[in-house]
T-cell receptor, first 115, second 116 residues
Framework: AQSVAQPEDQVNVAEGNPLTVKCTYSVSGNPYLFWYVQYPNRGLQFLLKYITGDNLVKGSYGFEAEFNKSQTSFHLKKPSALVSDSALYFCAVRDMGDSNYQLIWGAGTKLIIKP | NAGVTQTPKFQVLKTGQSMTLQCAQDMNHNSMYWYRQDPGMGLRLIYYSASEGTTDKGEVPNGYNVSRLNKREFSLRLESAAPSQTSVYFC???????????????FGEGSRLTVL
């Protein structure tokens, strides 16, 4: 069965430090992987996606994510965190080989950046 | 550029009442979606419309109906609201093209529904 796991409900990082938000997935075929961000009382916004090619994907607001096929992971990273990065982050996967080609969503990780 | 617009933003219903959530997008996208968001559960797909004139059930369709009124508008109806339908509802759209679709979703601001 397809699934996405975000193992941390919350991640706390000091401003200026690097941050990582973890995501692992399970699909039978090749994955399309996405990260979205949700600021308080707002809708989700697209950050970045991996479809094929370079395993390191760069996205909006200085975020990047690394696709690791052997570890079935797609962790979100940023070299230097900002207080404004505090938000809820969602990982999502779509199985390219699945006829029901809808996104499977992780439960979300709350990122708190402290000044 | 408004993107995806949802109304209402907030609604309180009593058990058994009905209501319709409206969604409109101005990006000429062909696919539209209704999700619900509950704490610790991520997003769950209620219904979607791959193109104008078609609708399909998602993961949690029970208790809901949808109408794809035209290419721009996709409404979600609760015929007889239940407390279990208390949630935040999001409409989203995407320019999709079947199995090779790799596009990202554009979301509305959400509609917070409370059923007493």
């Amino acid at each position: 069965a397809q699934s996405v796991a975000q193992p941390e409900d919350q991640v706390n990082v000091a401003e200026g430090n690097p941050l990582t938000v973890k995501c692992t997935y399970s699909v039978s075929g090749n994955p399309y992987l996405f990260w979205y961000v949700q600021y308080p009382n707002r809708g989700l916004q697209f950050l970045l996606k991996y479809i094929t090619g370079d395993n390191l994907v760069k996205g909006s607001y200085g975020f990047e994510a690394e696709f690791n096929k052997s570890q079935t992971s797609f962790h979100l990273k940023k070299p230097s965190a900002l207080v404004s990065d505090s938000a809820l982050y969602f990982c999502a996967v779509r199985d390219m080989g699945d006829s029901n080609y809808q996104l499977i969503w992780g439960a979300g990780t709350k990122l708190i950046i402290k000044p | 550029n408004a993107g995806v617009t949802q109304t209402p933003k907030f609604q309180v219903l009593k058990t058994g009442q009905s209501m319709t959530l409206q969604c409109a997008q101005d990006m000429n996208h062909n696919s539209m979606y209704w999700y619900r968001q509950d704490p610790g559960m991520g997003l769950r797909l209620i219904y979607y419309s791959a193109s104008e004139g078609t609708t399909d059930k998602g993961e949690v369709p029970n208790g809901y109906n949808v109408s794809r009124l035209n290419k721009r508008e996709f409404s979600l109806r609760l015929e007889s609201a239940a407390p279990s339908q208390t949630s935040v509802y999001f409409c989203a759209s995407k320019q999709a093209s079947g199995r090779v679709d790799t596009g990202e979703l554009f979301f509305g601001e959400g509609s917070r529904l409370t059923v007493l």
